[in-house]
T-cell receptor, first 115, second 113 residues
Framework: GAVVSQHPSRVICKSGTSVKIECRSL??????MFWYRQFPKQSLMLMAT?????????EQGVEKDKFLINHASLTLSTLTVTSAHPEDSSFYICSAQGGRNTEAFFGQGTRLTVV | AQKVTQAQTEISVVEKEDVTLDCVYETRDTTYYLFWYKQPPSGELVFLIRRNSFDEQNEISGRYSWNFQKSTSSFNFTITASQVVDSAVYFCALNNAGNMLTFGGGTRLMVKP
């Protein structure tokens, strides 16, 4: 299957700092990328949908000023957690799709720990 | 609104046993897609299968098989002759024309030697 690379896989940061997570589709053009968040022993919850060249669509309850999403090209989307706090510690995972109703391929995930 | 329910939060079996993971979904769309993903301890999601709403044929892939019953809105997943390496969290998911995936709560499968 197609490859989606997510970086970094783990990050520890201090409270109040910002962290950027990258999601790249390596062998296809991703018109849409999705960002999910997963708390320990819980399911994946969609945070936002990002379409190349336009603003991301955030799910209810997700602060768009805190979780900045940029999808500047067809192969890269970034999620920046601004002014991170310990409660932002979670597993963040992206997925990318090449077109409507096509299979979504997931990145390896990023485990964020805010201390 | 879409919803995916995986009633079994944890299942424990002994190696070589067969195990079925249940998935029930709700959607108002007539066109939709159903998925199963495996999430090992490392965290990444491994794609297992994608099935569209118009294809009710059951599928077998090695030790894995899927039973799609549109009449009961279920898409169950069976692992035959389970192995320790099958231990993981398995997620069922639903995708409609909007493309976003709605995940079930996941079933943690533990296969003991």
């Amino acid at each position: 299957g197609a490859v989606v690379s997510q970086h970094p896989s783990r990050v520890i940061c201090k409270s109040g700092t910002s962290v950027k997570i990258e999601c790249r589709s390596l062998d296809f053009q991703a018109t849409t990328m999705f960002w999910y968040r997963q708390f320990p022993k819980q399911s994946l919850m969609l945070m936002a949908t990002s379409n190349e060249g336009s603003k991301a669509t955030y799910e209810q309850g997700v602060e768009k000023d805190k979780f900045l999403i940029n999808h500047a090209s067809l192969t890269l989307s970034t999620l920046t957690v601004t002014s991170a706090h310990p409660e932002d510690s979670s597993f963040y995972i992206c997925s990318a799709q090449g077109g409507r109703n096509t299979e979504a391929f997931f990145g390896q995930g990023t485990r964020l720990t805010v201390v | 609104a879409q919803k995916v329910t995986q009633a079994q939060t944890e299942i424990s079996v002994v190696e070589k046993e067969d195990v079925t993971l249940d998935c029930v979904y709700e959607t108002r769309d007539t066109t939709y897609y159903l998925f199963w993903y495996k999430q090992p301890p490392s965290g990444e999601l491994v794609f297992l299968i994608r099935r569209n709403s118009f294809d009710e044929q059951n599928e077998i892939s090695g030790r894995y098989s899927w039973n799609f019953q549109k009449s009961t809105s279920s898409f169950n997943f069976t692992i035959t002759a389970s192995q320790v390496v099958d231990s993981a969290v398995y997620f069922c998911a639903l995708n409609n024309a909007g493309n976003m995936l709605t995940f079930g709560g996941g079933t943690r499968l533990m296969v003991k030697p």
